[in-house]
C-alpha cells in the first residue's frame, strides 16, 4: 500500500509541511513512482514517523527522536527511556509541589477576602522576611539587592509582605512600615535561600488576624491602627510586635496599586 504526503497528514494530524520536515530530517524516505512525479510513502515509512511521534510524545525533541531511531544498540535506546522515566518523576514532583502552592494560596486568598473587617485569634505560620522597602526609600545596598534577587528566583514560593511597627496604641511614627518578601518558614527549610542580616524571622504564635483592603498613597493607617486596638482593648489583649501582612489578589487601578491584605498581629 502506497500513501500520498496528503494521506500521512490526515492520518497523523500533521501538516504537509511538518512531514516534509521529518523527511528532511532523514527519518522518513518517500519513493518516486516510476513514469510519475508523485512521490509515495509505505507502511513502512508510516511505522518509523509512529515511532518518532512517540518519541515527541514522551518530550524528546525531534534531533533527539532521529538519533533513538538512527540507534543500532537497544541498550542504549533504554537507557535513554530510563532517562526519560527519571525526568518524568521529577517533573510530576515539581508539578505536585506547584499544585500544592497555588491551593494554599487560593485558600489564603479566600480567606482574606472573607476575613475583610473582621477579627479572629489563630495561629500564624512561622515565617522568614526579607526587606527591601524601608518607608519609600528602597536598599540601595548591593549585597542586599543580591540576596533580594535569589529570593525572587524562587517564585511562586515566596511573596510580598510588610511589617507595620505597632506602639502601645496605635502604629509608631518613629518608625518606617517595611516592605519585602515572605516565606513559610517549611519551605525555606527545602529551597535554603540565601541569607542576609536583614531577613527577620516571624515565629508561629497566637495573633489577632485580620485582613483589610489596601491602596498605595491612599490608605489611612491611623484609622487602620485605631481599630484594630479597639478589638485588642475589647478582648483584653495587647500587641507584641509588628504586625505582619501579606499582599492578596493584587491589581493596578488608576490611583495605584490594590490588594486584599492578611494580617497578623501577634498578642499576649
Known amino acids: 500500500m502506497r500513501y500520498k504526503i496528503g494521506d500521512i497528514a490526515r492520518l497523523f494530524n500533521l501538516s504537509t509541511e511538518s512531514i516534509r520536515h521529518y523527511e528532511r530530517q532523514g527519518l522518513i524516505h518517500p519513493q518516486k513512482a516510476e513514469g510519475s512525479s508523485y512521490r509515495y510513502y509505505q507502511a513502512w515509512d508510516m511505522a518509523v514517523l509512529s515511532a518518532c511521534r512517540q518519541y515527541r510524545a514522551l518530550g524528546f525533541t525531534l534531533e533527539e527522536s532521529a538519533d533513538l531511531l538512527d540507534q543500532r544498540n537497544p541498550t542504549a535506546v533504554l537507557n535513554e527511556l530510563r532517562s526519560r522515566e527519571t525526568a518524568i518523576e521529577e517533573e510530576i514532583a515539581r508539578q505536585c509541589q506547584m499544585l500544592r ?150 491589581s493596578w487601578t488608576d490611583r495605584g496599586m490594590s490588594a486584599a491584605v492578611d494580617c497578623f498581629v501577634p498578642v499576649a
Not at 159 to 185: C, F, K, N, W
Not at 228 to 237: D, E, I, N, T, V
Open 101 to 250: 502552592t497555588v491551593r494554599a494560596w487560593r485558600k489564603e486568598a479566600e480567606a482574606a477576602c472573607a476575613l475583610m473587617g473582621r477579627y479572629e485569634l489563630e495561629t500564624n505560620a512561622a515565617t522568614r522576611f526579607l526587606p527591601y522597602q524601608y518607608g519609600d526609600e528602597l536598599t540601595r545596598d548591593e549585597g542586599h539587592l543580591s540576596c533580594v534577587r535569589e529570593w525572587l528566583g524562587h517564585i511562586p514560593y515566596v511573596y510580598v509582605g510588610m511589617l507595620v511597627p505597632l506602639g502601645a496604641s496605635g502604629a509608631r511614627q518613629d518608625a518606617p512600615i517595611t516592605v519585602g518578601l515572605g516565606m513559610a518558614e517549611v519551605g525555606a527549610d527545602v529551597l535554603k535561600p540565601a541569607n542576609h542580616q536583614s531577613v527577620v524571622s516571624i515565629p508561629s504564635r497566637l495573633c489577632l488576624h485580620t485582613a483589610f483592603h489596601f491602596e498605595s498613597g491612599a490608605f489611612d493607617w491611623e484609622t487602620w491602627a485605631a481599630a484594630l486596638f479597639a478589638q485588642l482593648s475589647q478582648r483584653g489583649l495587647r500587641a507584641e510586635g509588628d504586625a505582619f501582612c501579606r499582599f492578596n489578589v493584587i
